[in-house]
Structure formats: structure tokens, C-alpha cells
């Protein structure tokens, strides 16, 4: 059975946005444009495995807040990890930052 919340319209949104500015941000430390990314990323190996995993992890968070409990639970709990996973892989802060308002909004429900 799937949990629905009573804000999910607002945790979708929230969660979307967060996965289109992490894909942009990412994109634009890839291209050395000023963003507003956690750490710089340097030319080599690191970069590169940066890149990938960071594009993955905010692929995955549309992918959440688009089309919910299909390919990853719609969770307060997964909307935690991903906002952790974005932070570690170089998404921004706004891309976390929305991630965890809707992180907020599911645990407050889930209260």
C-alpha cells in the first residue's frame, strides 16, 4: 500500500526542482561556470566519478518527485538520503536545500 501525504503536490515540486538545480549546478561545475556548489571540482579521476554519480543522484531525485513509488519509494526517509547524496556529490545547496524542505514537510506529516 502507498503512503500518501496530504502536502505530496508540494514534496513533488520541491523534489523536482531540487533534482533540475543539481542537474545544473553539476553541470556548470563541469563546465568551470560559477555556481553555487559545495566544492570546486578538480580535473581528473575524482571529477569524473564526481560527475557521473552526481548526474545519477539528481536524475534519481526527478525521478522521485516525478513519478513517485516507481522507480524509488516516495519517502520522507529517501527524500533524507538523496538530500545527504546530493551534498556529498556536488549538487549545490538549493538543490538541497529544497530537498530537505520536503524532507521536513513528509516527517512533520509522518508525526
Known amino acids: 500500500m502507498k503512503k500518501h ?3 505530496e503536490g508540494i514534496m513533488k515540486i520541491l523534489t523536482v526542482l531540487g533534482g533540475i538545480i543539481g542537474l545544473v ?3 556548470l561545475g563541469a563546465l568551470n ?3 553555487y556548489s559545495f566544492i ?3 580535473i581528473g579521476l575524482n571529477a569524473v ?3 557521473i554519480v552526481g548526474l545519477v543522484v539528481c536524475v534519481l531525485t526527478f525521478m522521485v518527485g516525478w513519478k513517485p513509488n516507481n522507480p524509488v519509494p516516495f519517502h520522507w526517509l529517501m527524500l533524507l538520503v538523496l538530500a545527504i547524496l ?4 556536488n ?6 536545500v529544497l530537498v530537505v524542505i520536503a524532507f521536513l514537510i ?4 509522518d508525526l
Open 40 to 42: 570546486n571540482i578538480e
Open 106 to 109: 513528509g516527517l512533520i506529516e
Open 91 to 96: 549538487a549545490g545547496m538549493w538543490a538541497v
Open 5 to 7: 501525504y496530504k502536502n
Open 25 to 27: 549546478t553539476i553541470i
Open 49 to 51: 566519478l564526481t560527475l
Open 33 to 35: 561556470i560559477e555556481n
Open 86 to 89: 546530493l551534498a556529498v556529490f
